[in-house]
C-alpha cells in the first residue's frame, strides 16, 4: 500500500464553520506533513510532524491546528478561516529522518465562502 | 535559506519537441527530486539524484544533478500530450527539523 487517503475530496465552509481535514497513510512512514497549495504556485509547507511529534509549523495562523493521534493518521482542524484561506491542501508522508522521499494524497479543495 | 529557483516558469510546445527544465540554488543539498503535478491531483515523486554529476533516466526524462550539488536539470524528448503538468524540484531543507521544499514549478503545456 503505497496510498496517502485524504478526505474529504471537497470542502465548502463558512468563516464561522469548525471543519477538520484528516490523512491516513500505512506505509510505516514516521514524518507527515501538511502543504497548502494555491492554483500555479508550489506547495507551501504549514506542518511537519516527525515520530508523532510538531517538529516545524511555518509561522501558521492558530486558526489552522494540526493534530497527529498516531503514527498513521494526520489532521489538520479548522476554525474560524478567511475567504483567502481557500486553496488545495496537501497531505505527504515519507520515511523519516534525512528521507524526504515523500507521498502525497490527493489533496482537499477547500472553499471558504 | 536554502531556495529553489526554477526555469522556465512555463513552457508550452508541440508534440515531438524537446525541453530542458532547470532548478538552481545557492545551496548544497544532499539530494534533490522531482515531482510532476496534474490538476487536482497531488505530486507524484519522478526521481531522486543523490550524487554530484549523477545522471538518471527514466524513459523520455533525463535528469542530471549538478557536480557541485546546487542545481539540476530535467530533460525530455519528444514530449507527449500526456506529459503536460506542474513539474516541480524539490530539496530537504534543515532547519529545526527536516522538511520538503519546492521550486515555483514548471507549468508544462504540449499540445498536438
Known amino acids: 500500500d503505497t496510498e496517502v487517503t485524504q478526505t474529504p475530496k471537497h470542502l465548502v465552509m463558512g468563516m464561522t464553520n469548525k471543519k477538520s481535514l484528516k490523512c491516513e497513510q500505512h506505509m510505516g512512514h514516521r514524518a507527515m506533513y501538511w502543504y497548502k497549495q494555491k492554483a500555479k504556485k508550489p506547495p507551501e509547507l504549514m506542518f511537519v510532524?516527525?515520530?508523532?511529534?510538531?517538529?516545524i509549523n511555518e509561522s501558521v495562523p492558530s486558526r489552522f491546528s494540526p493534530e497527529c493521534p498516531n503514527s498513521s493518521l494526520l489532521n489538520l482542524h479548522l476554525h474560524a478561516l478567511q475567504p483567502e484561506d481557500s486553496a488545495l491542501y496537501l497531505c505527504?508522508?515519507?520515511?523519516?529522518?534525512?528521507?524526504?522521499?515523500?507521498?502525497f494524497g490527493q489533496g482537499t479543495r477547500l472553499t471558504v465562502v | 535559506t536554502q531556495l529553489l529557483e526554477q526555469s522556465p516558469q512555463f513552457l508550452s510546445i508541440q508534440e515531438g519537441e524537446n525541453l530542458t527544465v532547470y532548478c538552481n540554488s545557492s545551496?548544497?543539498?544532499?539530494?534533490l527530486q522531482w515531482y510532476r503535478q496534474e490538476p487536482g491531483e497531488g505530486p507524484v515523486l519522478l526521481v531522486t539524484?543523490?550524487?554530484?554529476?549523477e545522471v538518471k533516466k527514466l524513459k523520455r526524462l533525463t535528469f542530471q544533478f549538478g557536480d557541485a550539488r546546487k542545481d539540476s536539470s530535467l530533460h525530455i524528448t519528444a514530449a507527449q500530450p500526456g506529459d503536460t503538468g506542474l513539474y516541480l524540484c524539490?530539496?530537504?531543507?534543515?532547519?529545526?527539523?527536516?522538511?520538503?521544499?519546492f521550486g515555483k514549478g514548471t507549468t508544462l503545456s504540449v499540445s498536438s
Open positions: 539524484v543523490v550524487t554530484g554529476g
Open positions: 545551496s548544497v543539498f544532499s539530494s
Open positions: 505527504a508522508s515519507s520515511r523519516g529522518r534525512a528521507n524526504t522521499e515523500a507521498f
Open positions: 510532524y516527525s515520530y508523532e511529534k510538531l517538529s
Open positions: 524539490a530539496g530537504a531543507r534543515s532547519q529545526a527539523g527536516t522538511a520538503l521544499i
